[in-house]
């Protein structure tokens, strides 16, 4: 090559820096990854929260404080709001859309990797987050605790009123629903024990061997991961060995002081706490009649070991209890629109009352929590707040909106990754959560790069194979999903004797085939319509003619003779036996 060939250059466009033009040139040749802009991703989940104005906070205060408390407490609050974001984690936050209804209850296993929660739906929805990414946010199994067999004609479901992780083994979690059986399921959704029901004729609750009504919440042992404890409506607690099923390890009875109760009454909410500085175990329950009922939680479960009669409002449903981490305060949220704070140690009356309005005339299932450590204390409220209150006077400390407009019916502040799920009824789900605070969880579905989309990522292009029909598949009468009408039974009877039974259609009758190619095509298939007698009778003539088993004996065989019988004795007839007198 001559040195010519080395002078030569390729003159380029001279653009500015700031050319608009340079946005549609290409800096490089070849496929270009696209990177995820992680920081970006997580600025997205930031909530954008609205300052709650002071009258609210004010009304929510206790009405014993003087004016000018309440003022100083509220602009204390004004100042803090700044600072909010670092002291606890909601500045960010991530949604799951799973339920289709309002959600009861919500519960992460101790490590926090996996999230379980239970809706009115009848439905308990699983999500992983090691799976999830900011695209596909959605539970990788649906169960429905009491319809385990769909093929079935009795098929029923029940509201799910409690779903909790065990504390001490991630491997199983309680779920209690609308039914005199609590169950025991794995962290995949599989039943493991399903508890005895008593029986329900017996008057004494101490011979039977299980609830003999519907089971309203429940909780695990504090120190022993084999025991767990559920509340009933027979006005009984039962303590269970999830290792044995028949009977309940302990039953306690309680009886109601309150007049016309005839000794019974509903209990609402249960707590069990274990000091992780010492001292006794508790075992502390709410009745319906307002008496908070507490048990010497290592034993002797004949009587209560303290009964506070009208701690709450009677025939109001308390379904908030909670214990503190040093086992000497009780929180509770009753349903008269009141939350209390009592010492163990005096009883009498409680230290704090403030008032707060109350969702357990709609939703039984509210619940109050104490923070890790007993720091704060977390709760709902009517309006889609989130409520952290002083664990001391009870005064909020950090108002926010999570669902304005939807009440927040269930909280809860995992200890491990340092986040606050919340679940409300419009059927979401939040968590909570602070980049720098928080560990795990949200962080990492939030951190990953977004799924690439994929046809089979829309669930309306996409059928459950588990769920699918063939044509020639034999379904059961009434065990078809979503065949259930209003006024007729489960057998598709009709309720009102005066219409007809309308049999119902299967899949079977919708696809049954043509009779002229069944005749043509399938040998013998004419029999199903054919007369036995008659296709007997159209071989008479023929093994009278050419008798196949008699052949034999064809010539050998005497002409049957019979005896002539005259015209008048036919009409005659024979002579009657004469009658014996």
Known sequence: MSDDDDDIQIE???????????????????????????AAQIDRSRRTVVKPPVGKLKAQESNSNNRSDSDDDSDDSDNSDSDSDDEYPTSHEMVIKSHDRAITSLSLDPA?????????????????????????????????????????????????????????????????SAHPQAKILSRDGDVVTEFVKGDMYLRDMNNTKGHVSEVTTGTWHPTDKNVCVTAGTDST?????????????????????????????????????????????????????????????????TRPAAEIRDAHKPNTWTGGIDISSDGRMIVTRGGDNLIKLWDMRKLTKPLV????????????????????NSTSIITGSA?????????????????????????????????????????????????????????????DVMSRAPKRRHIDDNTEFTTDQSLGLSGDSIVAPGALSGSKRAGVTASGKSRDPRRPHVPQQTPFMRSQPDEKHISENIPLS????????????KYADLAKKDPVFTK?????????????????ETEEGPEKKKAKR
């Open 383 to 443: 309006t889609g707040h989130l409520h952290i209150l002083n664990p001391g006077n009870l005064r909020p400390e950090y108002v926010t909106p999570v669902t304005p407009g939807s009440a927040v019916i269930t909280v809860d502040w995992h200890p491990k990754i340092n986040q606050i799920i919340t679940g409300s009824a419009n059927a979401e789900t939040h968590i909570l959560y602070n980049p720098t605070m928080s560990t795990r969880g949200a962080v």
């Open 12 to 38: 380029g466009p001279v653009l500015a820096g700031d050319d608009p033009m340079r946005a549609f040139l290409p800096t490089s040749f070849g496929k270009k990854q696209k990177e995820t802009d992680i």
């Open 112 to 176: 926090g990797g996996r999230l379980i929660s239970g809706s009115i739906d009848c439905t308990v929805k699983l999500h992983d987050f090691s799976s999830l990414t900011p695209t596909t946010i959605r539970a990788f199994r649906s169960v429905d605790p009491y319809n385990a067999k769909s093929s079935a004609s009795s098929t029923e479901s029940h509201p799910v009123h409690l779903v909790q992780f065990n504390p001490l083994a991630g491997s199983v979690f309680l779920c209690v």
């Open 552 to 568: 034999a004996w064809k010539s050998t065989q005497p002409v049957t003779q019979y005896a002539d019988v005259s015209d008048e």
């Open 237 to 301: 607690l039962r303590i269970w060995d999830i290792n044995n099923k028949r009977s309940q390890k302990e039953v306690l009875v309680f009886k109601s002081k309150a007049p016309g109760a005839a000794g019974r009454t509903r209990m609402t909410a249960v707590a069990w706490s274990s000091p992780a500085q010492g001292g006794n175990d508790a075992l502390v329950s709410a009745a319906l009649d307002g008496t908070l009922v507490i048990w010497s939680g290592s034993g002797r479960f």
């Open 526 to 537: 004419r029999m199903l319509h054919e007369d036995p007698r008659e296709a007997l009778l």
């Open 353 to 372: 009352s403030v008032e707060h309005p109350s969702t357990s005339d709609h939703y039984p299932t509210t619940n109050i929590k104490y923070a890790p």
